[in-house]
Nanobody, 123 residues
Framework: QVTLAESGGGLVQVGDSLKLSCVAS??????????VAWLRQRPGKEREFVAG??????KYYADSVKDRFTISRDGGAHFFLQMNDLKSDDTGTYYC????????????????WGQGTQVTVSS
């Protein structure tokens, strides 16, 4: 079973940048058919898709973060979310997650989750 662990959250100001990291470890592995994504839960809102990555390299973004956030992988077990020009509306808990059945933007389709890392953007 793959275990996911996020890091890199923190308190920043509007317009700042932050880079989140996720490491996949444990007895399992990320397969080529899996879809790795970052999702977030903002205060008072449902969990939502932010950015995702097929192992083939295709990337997907929510409209609200397109052109500001970049998802990447180091070729191994580390996944990243570079967040630029942060806005107060980006405040929330960010999760790294894996959908073993492939591409999806629905939180219910992700069956492996990290514990989350808090991002707070102060104005």
């Amino acid at each position: 079973q793959v275990t996911l662990a996020e890091s890199g959250g923190g308190l920043v100001q509007v317009g700042d940048s932050l880079k989140l990291s996720c490491v996949a470890s444990g007895g399992g592995r990320i397969y080529s058919s899996h879809f790795v994504a970052w999702l977030r839960q903002r205060p008072g809102k449902e969990r939502e898709f932010v950015a995702g990555l097929r192992m083939s390299g295709n990337k997907y973004y929510a409209d609200s973060v397109k052109d500001r956030f970049t998802i990447s992988r180091d070729g191994g077990a580390h996944f990243f979310l570079q967040m630029n020009d942060l806005k107060s509306d980006d405040t929330g808990t960010y999760y790294c997650a894996v959908a073993r059945r492939g591409y999806s933007r629905q939180p219910r389709d992700f069956d492996l989750w990290g514990q989350g890392t808090q991002v707070t953007v102060s104005s």
